[in-house]
């Protein structure tokens, strides 16, 4: 499974952004998949998780009401609207995959939120 991220780039604070990962190979073995995050200096973090076929979702405390994720399975592809941006968002967003037998990472996009 390939993962490829893409919709960072630089946005002023209470702005919106939308992220998407495009999937390619063995989708068909994708289970649940996410978006997580890393700012410089510290650890990557969970954003949102979905399930394979959509109906549930899981959100970071900090993003909460403000971004949602949502998947196309049809398009392989998972997107995450972000909206009202702040600072503290600011990191490399990454799509996540998971399938039985592993996880995969995408290369991440970079996100910038100005003050």
């Known amino acids: 499974v390939r993962l490829v991220e893409s919709g960072g780039g630089l946005v002023q604070a209470g702005g919106s952004l939308r992220l998407s990962c495009a999937a390619s190979g063995s989708t068909y073995n994708i289970n649940a998949m996410g978006w997580y995050r890393q700012a410089p200096g510290k650890q990557r973090e969970l954003v949102a998780t979905?399930?394979?076929?959509?109906?549930?979702?899981n959100y970071a405390d900090s993003v909460k009401g403000r971004f949602t994720i949502s998947r196309d399975n049809a398009k392989n592809t998972m997107s995450l609207q972000m909206n009202s941006l702040k600072p503290e968002d600011t990191a490399v967003y990454y799509c996540n995959a998971f399938t039985i037998a592993t996880m995969y990472w995408g290369q991440g996009t970079q996100v910038t939120v100005s003050s």
């Open positions: 979905i399930t394979s076929g959509g109906g549930r979702t």
